[in-house]
């Protein structure tokens, strides 16, 4: 049973366009959601991260939606820029606890020129 | 820079034969993970360490197991490697908070032959 989904292999936006990747969950526990990015041949990067208590966090290019009722979220990258041709992680986790990270598969961003 | 360092970062092994994967960190973290991630998927949590706390995933095989002599180096050990647990490793650590990120290797890519 796969608890965080994403549902888009792959994604391909120009240059200076927005990105937009989504990501679904099924688990109402998880209250702790991040995005990671990974080249190849290098581990996962976080990105940005937010708390179920927000429904918007931004860092510079990088916004992340949380839409709870709807168990979704959503990063946004804009302007999109070629060296952010990657692949992008949504992990999940209920923070009482340790922090159990649940991976969704990945979604490979390719920017282009 | 703070980090965490994953060695070798390809190993080769032969069917049945022990291999052991290093992990270290320089960022004083007391949780350590070892994660599998094969072709296309999401990375899978195998187990953590809390300080020497350790910490089986329920479907974690017995054939792997780890080491967490102090709180720079954790090791992952499988026993007797089978084709099927060809992969990335990947290490990672985090403080105890459940809303903080965790920081990860660059991974060791292990194939069996």
């Known amino acids: 049973d796969q608890q965080v989904k994403q549902n888009s292999p792959s994604l391909s936006v120009q240059e200076g366009r927005i990105s937009i990747l989504n990501c679904d969950y099924t688990?109402?526990?998880?209250?702790?959601f991040l995005w990671y990015k990974k080249y190849p041949a290098e581990g996962p990067t976080f990105l940005i991260s937010?708390?179920?208590?927000?429904d918007k966090n931004e860092d510079g290019r990088f916004t992340v939606f949380l839409n709870k009722s709807a168990k979704h979220l959503s990063l946004h990258i804009v302007p999109s820029q070629p060296g952010d041709s990657a692949v992008y992680f949504c992990?999940?986790?209920?923070?009482?606890?340790?922090?159990?990270?649940?991976f969704g598969t990945g979604t490979r961003l390719l920017v282009s020129p | 820079d703070a980090m965490v360092i994953q060695n070798p970062r390809y190993q080769v092994t032969q069917f049945g034969k022990p291999v052991t994967l290093s992990c270290s960190q320089t960022?004083?973290?007391?949780?350590m993970y070892w994660y599998q991630q094969k072709s296309s998927q999401a990375p899978k949590l195998l187990f953590h360490?809390?300080?020497?706390?350790?910490?089986n995933e329920a479907d974690t095989p017995d054939n792997f197991q780890s080491r967490r002599p102090n709180t720079s180096f954790c090791f992952l050990d499988i026993r007797s490697p089978g084709l099927g647990d060809a992969a990335m490793y990947l290490c990672?650590?985090?403080?105890?908070?459940?809303?903080?990120?965790?920081?990860f290797g660059d991974g060791t890519r292990l194939s069996i032959l």
């Open positions: 960022l004083n973290h007391n949780v």
């Open positions: 990672a650590t985090s403080t105890w908070t459940g809303d903080q990120p965790q920081h």
């Open positions: 992990a999940a986790s209920d923070v009482t606890g340790f922090q159990k990270l649940v």
């Open positions: 688990n109402s526990m998880f209250d702790y």
């Open positions: 937010i708390s179920s208590i927000k």
């Open positions: 360490y809390y300080d020497k706390d350790f910490n």
